[in-house]
Nanobody, 122 residues
């Protein structure tokens, strides 16, 4: 069973930046596309960004395009999310997961990590 551990969240003012990291256990990390998802209070979890297994292909939700950048380091089993120009609407718990279907942007694993809280103040 793969374990996913997210970190890097915090409290930041609007316009600020944060860099999230997700470390995945298991030897097959580099075989999978990976993604970031987020869940705001009272809302369903939504897709944020994805990156292909080689790190070349990327995909972003329209709401974060141009502000967020996803990257990965397969040697460290880690996927990152650089978040710039944050606004209060970005406030959520952020999770990572492998990607089951690239076009559908859906997660592979049913079990999620604990996530990392991002709070953006206005």
């Amino acid at each position: 069973q793969v374990q996913l551990v997210e970190s890097g969240g915090g409290l930041v003012q609007a316009g600020g930046s944060l860099r999230l990291a997700c470390v995945a256990s298991g030897r097959t990390f580099s075989s999978y596309a990976m993604g970031w998802f987020r869940q705001a209070p009272g809302k369903e979890r939504e897709f944020v960004a994805a990156i292909g297994w080689s790190g070349v292909a990327t995909d972003y939700a329209d709401s974060v395009k141009g502000r967020f950048t996803i990257s990965r380091d397969n040697a460290k089993n880690t996927v990152y999310l650089q978040m710039n120009s944050l606004n209060p609407e970005d406030t959520a718990v952020y999770y990572c997961n492998a990607i089951r279907n690239w076009s559908k942007r859906d997660p592979l694993y049913e079990n999620w990590g604990q996530g990392t809280q991002v709070t953006v103040s206005s």
